[in-house]
Structures are given as C-alpha cells and as structure tokens.
C-alpha cells in the first residue's frame, strides 16, 4: 500500500501486505518451517549481526507471523508489533518489556483475573509490586497510588463483564505525568472501535484469540508500540533501554530505535528468549480473521445493544451493565471513544441470585456455555463459579460480580434468534412448561413493536413474518 489515507475496512483487507514475488499469490504463504536457509556464510553472519533483516528461526520471526504483525501495528497506529501465543503471553512480554525487580504497576481492579493474577502472583514472585485502582474513573486514585518505582499504569479499554469503559486520555495524561507509560489491553473494542495510542495510551495488547481472530478457532496475542514514550526523558528510570549494550556496539537501545526502543528490546530480549512463538498456522487464522473484523464488530456491538435494550425490560433483571445503554454511568465515555459501537461482552444480574441463573444458563439453547469471548457464536457464563471462582464472596461483592450475574458474549447471529434464546430463560425462571412457544411472543420480547424494532437496529436481522 501506498501513504494514502485509508479507511478501515481497506486496512484491514490490503494493510501490510507485501507481493510474493516468486509466485504472485495473493494470499501470504504460510511458512510452516522452523529455521530459514542462508545463502552463504556470510549471509549467516549478517543476519546473527542484525545487519541482514532475513529470516534465521521462527522463535525469532517468520513471514507468516510479520504479515499479522504490520496489519495489527498500522490498524492499531502503533509503530511496530509482536504476533504471540497468546493474550497473556503479550501482557508478559509487555510488562517484561518495561518492568524489572523493584518496580511497582498501577491497574484497574476491573482487568480480567488471568492478568490480575500474572501481576499478583508471577510478577509478585520477581519482586514486582501492583495497586489496583477501585474506580477506575477516579483520576485522583490513580494519582494517589503511584510511588517512586512506580513504572506503569495498566487497564482494559472495555473490562469484563461489568463494561466500565475506561477514560483512555484522562488515565494516560496521569501516567504521563507521573513519568511513566500507559499500557492498554484493547481486545474487547478492538483497533474498529478504539485506537488507544490516539487517545494518549502507549502500549497496547491483544489476546487476539477473541474478536481479531473472531472464530474461535486458535490462540494468539499481541504487543503494539505506539512509538509515543519517551524513554530518554527520564535514563535512570529505563536503564535496560538507555545504557549502552555490548550486543548493539555500545549504544543503547534508545540511540539505536529511537522511538522504537521499546519494541525491540521487547522482541529481541524477552520475548525470543522466553519464546511464546505462535504456531504460523494459527497467524494465517488470525490474518482471514482480521480481513472481516469490522463487519462482525460491527454487527457485534448492534446485537448487544438490542439484547441488552431487551434485557433492561424484564422484571427478573437487576441491572444491565452495558456501556451503550442510556442508563449507563458509563454512557458518556463510551460516547467519547467508542461511537462505533460499546461492544458485546458485558453482564446483567438475575435478582434470583446463582439458583436463577443456573436455570437459566441451563435452558439456554443457541448461547454456548463456555468460558472464551470475541466468538462469532453467542456465548453465556457464570462468572461467580468460573472466572472469578478463586475470589471471596466479599472480593466479588467488591467488584460487582454477584450470585446472579451471568455474562454473555453477543454473536453476530440474528438478533431475534438470540432474544427468543434468552426468552427461554426467563420463561423457565417464571415456571412456564413446555416448549418457549407457550410463552407467546409479546411474553418473550415485550411486544411486537419491539421485535419489529430489533430488526430494523441491526442491519441484515429478519424475523420471520408469521410471527409478527
């Protein structure tokens, strides 16, 4: 592709893409292959020396795994990416990219456990310390915890389940003003929905296993550097970064890349001697993923706000905490940065409790019971007995996860279809035997108004006619 400006749909499509100019095909090979043949000895060195940019291992880059890597970093508007095994695999190399013994992160309480854990408990281990920030709104809190080794601020554009969209500028001016990055998970919203890097964030990661592959049909991750910290202000506090390395003959990783240093470092220090390489297989699943992805976060985000539009009316629901809903506390930020569309994941609460929603998780029909997101299908868990089953009642209770909670992961699959399945659950909570054509149709979607509403929301959506 040329420097011309172009829209979304289009990088996602052409963006990186580089001709094959021995065979001309037009898809990327996949280049199942562990090592990489030279031409000659020296051509070897050259590339042991960095002064060749071939290929020598997978471990340490393979074609296939580039090709995802530029796609990912031009629609992420980062200056560079690392394609890895898996989303925590990125939150590792990302925090080992900036973080040693001795240093201290500050993160919003909300961010999915597996990360909470990696911090708490791997990183703990190594001698790094974390805070987490209660409201991840209250700017003052994020001010408030930071120490002097403090080295990075930490978040997730939009957390699950209870969607408490994240204020990416206010949060990254705090950082900043504290001297020291802010890395973003983006993997609910997507680069569709939000560029963190244009709204101050410095770092982003990908479990892009969810909505970038969008199938759930491999793992993978990534790191992007927005290329926007400057690790020379403050040499004392990146000293891995900025003092001279024998292996870059005597210049330090901020002479050498510039704003790049990160990136690098990041690549050829922790990540190819820790090796959470991604097989080039699951990368070409990642690729025909990504060539869609604003089509189906698209039809994702209007499905949510319709299921969650319906969920909001029956009289068995607490709450809805969907960041698109007017009655959101979150209306307003997801107003700012996501104006695309709020997503898909996000939870409602049963007043029941976890009797109400075993029963209806266990009548459910069309939404799949398993523990992943980002799925074309629609998917449907109890975070209280899962995800967050390592918690105290209390420590749940803290962070809204109550008995009667139940998340969902919306597809792009009719939204008619999806509300009759959510209709099951509550016809059977009300007691309603039989099939769910006993509840009639006004009983399962409030009215036909409604239904009729449903599908002209969501573009592609069509009821069938003899119900209405």
């Known amino acids: 592709m040329t420097d011309e400006e172009y829209g979304f749909a289009t990088e996602q499509v052409h963006g990186g ?3 094959d100019a021995a065979h001309g095909a037009r898809v990327p090979a996949i280049h199942m292959s562990s090592g990489f043949l030279f031409d000659d000895f020296d051509q070897a060195r050259d590339r042991f020396a960095g002064t060749d940019d071939g290929y020598t291992y997978s471990r340490l880059g393979n074609p296939t795994n580039a090709d995802v890597e530029r796609r990912v970093a031009l629609l992420e508007r980062g200056v560079e990416a690392i394609l890895v095994g898996s989303g925590q695999a990125a939150a590792t190399i990302a ?16 961010i999915y456990e597996g990360t909470k854990g990696l911090l708490v408990q791997n990183l703990g281990r190594l001698g790094i310390e974390v805070d987490f920030v209660a409201d991840q709104r209250d700017l003052d809190e994020w001010a408030r915890l930071v120490r002097p080794n403090t080295k990075a601020f930490f978040a997730e554009t939009i957390p699950n389940p209870k969607n408490d969209v994240l204020d990416i500028t206010g949060v990254a001016d705090t950082a900043h003003r504290a001297g020291v990055p802010l890395i973003v998970d983006n993997t609910l919203a997507t680069p569709y929905l939000v560029r963190p890097v244009e709204h101050g964030a410095d770092i982003v990661v990908h479990s892009a296993s969810k909505f970038l592959s969008g199938h759930g049909a491999g793992l993978g991750g ?9 690790w020379s202000a403050s040499p004392e506090r990146w000293v891995h970064l900025t003092s001279p390395e024998r292996s870059l003959g005597g210049a330090s990783y901020v002479e050498r890349y510039g704003s790049r240093a990160f990136i690098v470092f990041a690549r050829d220090v922790v990540a190819s001697r820790i090796g959470p390489t991604p097989s080039p297989f699951n990368a070409f699943l990642l690729r025909q993923g990504i060539e869609t992805l604003s089509l189906r976060v698209e039809r994702h985000s209007a499905n ?6 319906f969920l909001e009316q029956q009289p068995e629901v ?8 007017a009655s959101s506390p979150y209306r307003d930020l997801a107003e700012r940065y996501l104006p695309r569309g709020a997503g898909s994941v996000f939870a409602f609460t049963l007043a029941g409790g976890e009797a109400a929603a075993r029963t209806f998780i266990d009548t459910v029909q069309l939404f799949s019971r398993m523990t992943h997101l980002g799925d074309v299908r629609s998917l449907i868990l109890h975070p209280a007995t ?9 420590e749940r209770a803290e962070q809204g996860i109550h008995d009667g909670l139940i998340r969902l992961s919306v ?3 009719d939204v008619a279809d999806l509300v009759r399945d959510l209709s099951r659950g509550f016809a059977a909570l009300r007691g309603a035997a039989g099939s ?3 509840v009639g149709l006004e009983a399962r979607v409030g009215s036909v108004t409604e239904l009729a509403a449903l599908e002209h929301a969501v573009p592609g959506n069509h009821v069938i006619a003899e119900e209405l």
Do not use: C, M, N
Request: glycine share 14%.
């Open 318 to 325: 607490t709450s809805v905490d969907y960041a698109g809903l």
């Open 386 to 394: 899962t995800t967050h089953a390592g918690k105290t009642a209390e």
């Open 304 to 309: 949510a706000l319709a299921v969650a539009s």
């Open 411 to 413: 597809g792009i699959e």
């Open 436 to 438: 769910v054509g006993s």
């Open 222 to 230: 990534v790191v992007v550097d927005g290329g926007t910290f400057d």
């Open 17 to 19: 893409f580089q001709p």
């Open 95 to 110: 925090f080992l990219g900036v973080l040693q013994a001795g240093d201290h992160v500050v993160a919003a309480r909300s």
